[in-house]
């Protein structure tokens, strides 16, 4: 278990349910949960008010969609094959048996979440090739169940496990995990992942989260943005 005690400052972003304070920076896991929670209240908005007959917006959307679903299903991953297992054997090093549920709740919700987002591709594709009212409303519930399932999970993660990782995890183990979750994305996806973060918060939220970018970082997002600005408002332009 670690035994520093110093606190780094800690982002609180619209939607969190918790900060947990400690040693470890956890802006990277904020910023990705504020992105899903924000991508799934846009969607569940736009399934219900995108016209039927707007074949390009459905189209934008199922394209959208993928991305989202691939890039939550990465940080899923590394959660489930990364974070959890070295936290779990910290935990039972302790003797912490609430630690050790937190963390088993963590991995079967992950589980209950995963069909839920398959499903609502298969909604996503049917609605870009042949939409329909029928298809429209059962898309419309399951995305609103995944937006629902996945915001109490996260509520979960924030309240409950992440303060574990603050109180158990070293520098070094919360490093590793971070790198894990970097090495993921290729080169080619940062135009899409740089701007898909940042969407939605404010200068000082950006720098908080990605300052020790610096100036590279910058001039990626200023890059990047305009093209992710402009798909975005294809996909969403009903939301």
Request: charged share 25%; proline share 4%.
């Amino acid at each position: 278990m670690s035994t520093r005690t110093d606190a780094r400052a800690q982002l609180d972003l619209p939607g969190q349910a918790a900060v947990a304070h400690g040693p470890h920076d956890l802006g990277g896991m904020y910023v990705m949960h504020h992105a899903f929670r924000r991508d799934l209240g846009r969607f569940a908005s736009a399934v219900r008010r995108t016209p039927l007959e707007d074949t390009a917006a459905w189209r934008s959307l199922a394209a959208r969609w993928e991305r989202f679903g691939t890039t939550l299903h990465h940080h899923h991953t590394i959660e489930d094959t990364t974070i959890w297992p070295l936290l779990l054997a910290h935990v039972d090093a302790a003797v912490d048996a609430a630690g050790r549920a937190t963390l088993e709740a963590m991995e079967a919700e992950h589980e209950l979440i995963d069909p839920l987002l398959d499903s609502c591709a298969t909604g996503f594709t049917a609605m870009a090739f042949a939409p329909d009212a029928a298809a429209r409303d059962r898309l419309a519930e399951r995305v609103t169940a995944a937006r629902d399932r996945l915001g109490e999970h996260l509520a979960h993660e924030e309240t409950e496990a992440l303060p574990l990782a603050q109180r158990h995890l070293t520098t070094a183990e919360w490093a590793a995990a971070e790198r894990a979750a970097q090495s993921g994305h290729g080169l080619r996806e940062m135009p899409f992942l740089l701007p898909w973060a940042a969407h939605g918060l404010s200068d000082e939220q950006v720098s908080a989260a990605f300052g020790e970018g610096g100036r590279a970082f910058g001039v990626l997002l200023r890059l990047t943005r305009g093209r992710f600005e402009r798909a975005e408002r294809a996909a969403f332009r009903y939301a």
